[in-house]
């Protein structure tokens, strides 16, 4: 190497900051630079000479053994980790003197010959302690991340269940609120059937009078006197009319009942084709009590295809809207029912003549508890609902509202529901 070369070598070595350690073939210190000397305390003129096992004493161990083996048989660099060994050579103090815990050391160990073709070796000596300390944040970093990944997923799955258990209980309480109004709305025909029923208990009475009186009466006359008293010609068309209305109000009370079951399906969460516009009007059935004193319903339904759908969910949404609607309207209003395709999507609107939502109001109507309604009267949790049942069904929920002039909700939902997505590893 010229001159000038190995003196900028040799300054190289003066001031890094890595141990270098030079040792001839028989393992003697002939030189290292300052850094060693800073963190080891010990005195370079001193050692020269030395084996480095008398110079360090804690370096004599196997591991350095087959380090110096295999740098000498192979001619090989050899490298250690920290991870192998915590240090080789103590070192106490840092680069400045202070006393430092424990140094984390990489070594490496090189043969290599001087100008006189002489082996020597080279003992490189980093300190790995920040790499091992970033390592090991680096590794709480992930550990930490891990485990709120794990948090995550549990209250997901916590979220899940409550959301379900909320959707159980919103569907109870939507039950019981109507239960209520179906029990008014049973009451008014079974009401009029039982009167009926009792009035033609008095006109069977009567009639079996004037027929138990033709085996009795004296003469023809009498049985036609008996007649009249009793108004038979009266009785005969009123009994008409009876029945007919007792048909009319068990046929109201069946349509009722029906609407129920079609309307829960409790047990069926399963998605399958389904007729919306028939679940529209079972709902309607259903919620008739609650709307018909606050409006009108004009029905301008468009052509329907059969929609992959959770029924009895979608009847849930449905009813939230009309429910809402009806809520919204002071006096007596209109509520419009219309419905559309587009392409794979179907359309359902619910429109009313109600007070509007004001724009302040209106960005916050899907969240959960949000409500304007007195206490007691509304959880607040319909439109929340009724946003997480359109999102399972991969549809969606638009609103658009006009203080004063009312509220138009639109339903999108896909005809069909796109392949269910595998979950990693079962999970
Ligand atoms: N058609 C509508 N017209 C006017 N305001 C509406 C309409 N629909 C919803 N809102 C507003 O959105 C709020 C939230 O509705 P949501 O259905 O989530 O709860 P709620 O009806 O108050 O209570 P719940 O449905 O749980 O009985 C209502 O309190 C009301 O202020
Ligand atoms: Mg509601």
Known sequence: ???????????????????????????????????????????????????????????????????????????????????????????????????????????????????????????????AT????????????????????????QLLKKLEKINTQLLQSEKLAAIGQLAAGVAHEINNPIGYVF????????????????????????????LRHLKRQLEYDYIRSDADALIGESEDGIDRVKKIISSLKDFSHVDDEEFRLSDLHRGLDTTLNVVNNEIKYKAEIVKEYGDLPQVECIPSQINQVLMNLLVNASHSIEEFGRITLRSGYDNDWVWLEVEDTGSGIPPHTLKRIFEPFFTTKPVGQGTGLGLALSYSIMQKHHGSIEVSSELGQGTRFRLWLPISQPPAVETESGS
């Open 195 to 222: 009167s009926n029923l009792k009035t033609l208990a008095g006109y069977v009475h009567d009639l079996f009078r004037i027929i138990d009186s033709v085996d009795t009466a004296a003469s023809l006359e009498e």
């Open 1 to 127: 190497m010229p001159l000038r070369q190995s003196q900028l070598a040799a300054a190289l070595i003066e001031h890094i900051e890595i141990g270098v350690i030079i040792l001839d073939s028989a393992l003697r210190i002939q030189h290292w630079n300052p850094f060693i000397s800073r963190c080891s305390g010990k005195n370079l003129d001193l050692a020269r000479q030395q084996l480095l096992t008398s110079a360090f004493p804690e370096a004599e161990t196997p591991r350095f053994e087959q380090m110096v083996a295999r740098a000498r048989e192979h001619g090989e660099h050899v490298y250690t980790l920290w991870r192998d060994n915590p240090y080789l050579i103590q070192l106490p103090y840092d680069a400045v003197g202070n006393p430092t815990p424990l140094m984390l050391q990489s070594t490496l160990f090189l043969p290599f010959r001087d100008q006189d073709g002489q082996r020597l070796f080279g003992l490189l000596v980093y300190d």
């Open 130 to 153: 920040d790499v091992v300390r970033s390592k090991e944040e680096l590794n709480a970093a992930v550990d930490a991340l891990n485990e709120k990944q794990v948090e995550q997923d």
